[in-house]
């Protein structure tokens, strides 16, 4: 009997994986699901998978709920600035409780990226290197999602605003990531290795036009200098310092820092990612419904951009 373990379970990914590790046929009392929050995970628990408390900051918690666990997905906290406090925890506890194998989400390129949330999986890596577990990363480019759930504000303003020029974006939806996660999970080969994970490229300019294509509303990709987005996100309402952080990310993308040629996760998938018109078609069916594509003349246009903004890159 394995027993696998995924922190973060309460989350988007996490959940996805814990109910891919069950559609593969693993028994949902061999899943424990780490959750801060449990009751955010009722629906797991329903399921028969055990959901066990634990914070990141928590050491003490973290080897309570790592009890009898053999590999584990460690999905990276949210909570930016603190990532590496949190994931040395659940490194040590793995440590403690005899994990055999942990699989941690980390970022695509990693080692020479200049995407400002880079530096902690770099940390976090170099952790994992020193730890005494038997370990495998998942570069993760990034989420489809991040472009997909603005879609409602996409539709509603015709374009798309950015500072990320021409930089391509091998992004994948966390589905393809889950999978591929879990796959390489259950596989019993414990040799260290470092997966680069992205789907197929596009520029926000590519993305303008896919949503163009799938919606038939007419979207066009508006590049602005750093300043002016930084300007442009601190009008819609956000916080110099986040601003600065959101063009930040896109800085990156134009450096080419989450742009992959890797063929990796089609590999792992044994088929090609989710392509981007197929996301883009899937969240405008979700979307429309559940009614969140209607325009709202009570709401600023730019503060949904910065509210999306947020909630694709966690608790900033
Ligand atoms: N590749 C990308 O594009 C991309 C984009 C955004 C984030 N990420 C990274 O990928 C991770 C997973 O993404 P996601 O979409 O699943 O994020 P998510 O839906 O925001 O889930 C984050 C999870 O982390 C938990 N968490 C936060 N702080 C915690 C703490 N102190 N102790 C224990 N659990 C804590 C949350 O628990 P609660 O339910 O209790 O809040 C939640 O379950 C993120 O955490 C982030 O590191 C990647």
Redesign the pocket.
Known sequence: MTVYGV??????????AVRELLARGVVAHEVVA????PS??ADLSALGVQVRA?????LRAQTAALAGVDRLLL??????G??VA?HANVIEAAEKTGVSRIVY?S?LNVDGSTNP?AGEHRDTEAILRAAAVPFVTLR????T??YTDQLGSYLERGEIVGAAGTGAIS?AT?QD?AEAAVVILSQDSDSARAYELGGPAFALAELAQVVHEVTGTPVAYRDLPTGEYVAALQSAGMGEDTARFVAALDTSIAHGDLQTDSQDLAHVLGRPPTSLADAVQDAYAGAAENDRLAPSSSRPAESSVARAALR????L
């Open positions: 922190t973060g379970g309460s989350g988007a990914l996490g959940r996805l780490l959750a801060r929050t955010k995970a634990a914070d990141y900051g928590d999905v990276s906290s949210s909570e930016a603190r990532r949190h989400t970022m949330l993760n480019g990034w989420y999602e991040n992004a966390r990531y694709s890159f966690g608790d």
